[in-house]
């Protein structure tokens, strides 16, 4: 068990990280996204449901480290064309809480809600979805090591997302 | 048929090289669309293996319309209207499952999976009525094809077969990639939105021109060699197998290649319980072929899309909205490639893919830009001077050439026209 001050630092900590990828993302900053990662980061966007199984079922997004990766660098041509001109975005981030049950490894587990405005060329898009994280300490910084994005429309057509969730 | 000249309107808006911009974008043509093609001809559906055992069910579409696929008790697939027959409520409203019957939340009238009625509530005051004249609609005539199902609305006409003409060939290529000679659609599918009118995407899935310049954002950064078989130099070709069915032969590349797996980007050493069961299955010469010449590109009028890897089943919901049902194929046996066919299929389609976000903002584009009143025409003439007949007689181009939307919009006219 944390005491209380300690948990409040760990709590303000996560809710300035949070808030610092949500804000990086809205920008298109992608280097620095991208840097927010741990080496065995899984960024995953689940299809029809909260709870599939990613290796037998297709998600939206289902990338290892190094697909982050290359998902960066295909933004980073300016020739991907769903993001040339750029969506302009603002998410707001909130419910932010601390999760029951940390996993063993360290990691802290921690969900938010988040609620994101997206103005493309074609139109203005609202999109809402439930967050879990693992975040982990790694040389005195937190970073990602998992994050599920859990649209809460997942189970419908939806448009392109071409903009990092 | 205009009486004045004698030139129907289907005449007037589909030339040989170049259509009508309001055909994507009139509302009446939409209309006149749903009847004369999506209700009409053969459509596909859904595939066998969605629902493998008695009793499962999986919700599919017609165009707008939701269309329950079924296995009933006797192993039989039907394909059921979503519609009551009291009120018109929705019978089913899960998008898969297992159950015998469905009982409509109105008024609890429950029907068997094959859509007969077999009971209402309160049966008193229904005396002397029918149960057999309140069925559930059905589509008219249901037949697949190695696996796939496709329904027509018409009473008569063509057979799936003839229908598929020789497209059907293509989709024997395709089952011939797994070591039982089978497909199976298991992954569940992602379902991508698109504000655009669906000949778009119909005419895209054979479209060779545009993947060197929409695409060059994944080609530049990943080590693919797709790129390659889109360029001016590809040996590759278009065709137009007739009744609008288009395919990317993309053959001629992977058989200069010479490197089996090579049409799927890997090899045999890194798939060696696959490479062994499909040499079991086909002997080492006839295996190496298979696994030389990949699976088809092929798009099946008017809505299914196999590219190599995966399926896409195309839906039209208004003049301008349209959805991508896509999935990776599954080919039984085969598990070892099934996961990659799954890890790049989740990687370049759907909403958030590399290449399928890319022609998904083009067709939108496209939608707004024809709605510009000028120029009037869409200028499909690449390749018409050059293009020639195979040893089957089907019109074949260069990889880059609009062999397909011309094959489409021949087809398309015809369905139009009245007889
Ligand atoms: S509408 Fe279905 S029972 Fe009345
Ligand atoms: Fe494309």
Sequence with gaps: MLSRESSATLMSAITAFLYREARLQDEHRYEAWEKLWTDDGVYWVPANGADIDPERQMSIIYDNRSRIALRVRQLMTGKHFTQTPQSNLRRLISNIELMDQQPEDGDIAVASNSLIFESSLRDDTLWAARNEYRLRHVDGELRMAAKKVILVNNDKAIYTLSFLV | ?419
């Design chain 2, 1 to 419: 048929m205009n009486m004045m000249t004698g030139v129907s309107p289907w005449e007037r808006l589909i030339r040989p090289d170049r259509v009508h911009g309001s055909l994507y974008t009139d509302p009446e043509i939409f209309e006149a669309e749903l009847k004369s093609i999506w209700y009409r001809t053969w459509v596909y559906v859904g595939h066998e293996s969605e629902v493998p055992n008695a009793n499962d069910y999986v919700v599919k579409s017609i165009g707008p319309q939701s269309v329950i696929m079924t296995r009933d008790e006797r192993g039989k697939v039907n394909l059921l209207l979503n519609r009551c027959s009291h009120r018109g409520n929705q019978v089913c409203s899960f998008e898969r499952g297992n159950a015998r019957s469905f009982t409509c939340p109105f008024h609890s009238w429950t029907f068997a999976n094959d859509g007969r009625l077999v009971g209402y509530a309160f049966p008193d005051g229904y005396e002397g009525q029918d149960k057999s004249q309140l069925a559930l609609g059905r589509v008219t005539r249901v037949e697949s094809y190695r696996g796939f199902v496709f329904g027509s609305f018409a009473t008569d006409g063509p057979t799936l077969k003839e229908h598929l003409g020789g497209a059907a060939e293509t989709i024997d290529r395709l089952v011939r990639t797994s070591p039982e000679g089978e497909v199976e659609i298991t992954a569940g599918f992602l379902k991508h939105r698109v504000k655009a009118n669906w000949k778009f995407i119909l005419e895209n899935e054979c479209d060779g021109y545009h993947p060197a310049f929409v695409h060059t954002s994944i080609f530049g950064v990943a080590d693919s060699m797709i790129g390659k078989l889109y360029g001016g130099a590809s040996t590759a070709l278009t065709r137009d197998y007739g009744n609008g069915h288009t395919e990317i032969d993309l053959r001629p590349e992977f058989r200069k290649r010479d490197a089996p797996m090579s049409w799927f980007g890997t090899s045999e050493e890194r798939l060696p319980d696959y490479t062994a069961r499909m040499k079991a299955a086909y002997g080492d010469n006839a295996a190496r072929e298979i696994m030389i010449d990949g699976t088809p590109h092929v798009m099946i009028f008017p809505n299914l899309f196999i590219a190599e890897i995966q399926m896409f089943v195309i839906q039209p919901l208004g003049v301008d909205d349209s959805v991508q049902h896509v999935t990776a194929l599954q080919f039984k046996g085969a598990p070892d490639l099934n996961r990659r066919l799954r890890q790049q299929t989740m990687g370049s389609v759907g909403p958030a893919g590399f290449l399928l976000a890319d022609d998904s903002e083009m067709y939108e584009r496209c939608h707004r830009g024809v709605l510009a009143r000028n120029p009037e025409w869409i200028f499909l003439g690449r390749g018409e001077k050059r293009q020639r007949q195979d040893e089957h007689g089907f019109t074949v181009g260069h990889v880059t050439d609009e062999v397909p939307s011309r094959g489409i919009w021949t087809h398309y006219r015809k369905l139009m026209e009245p007889a």
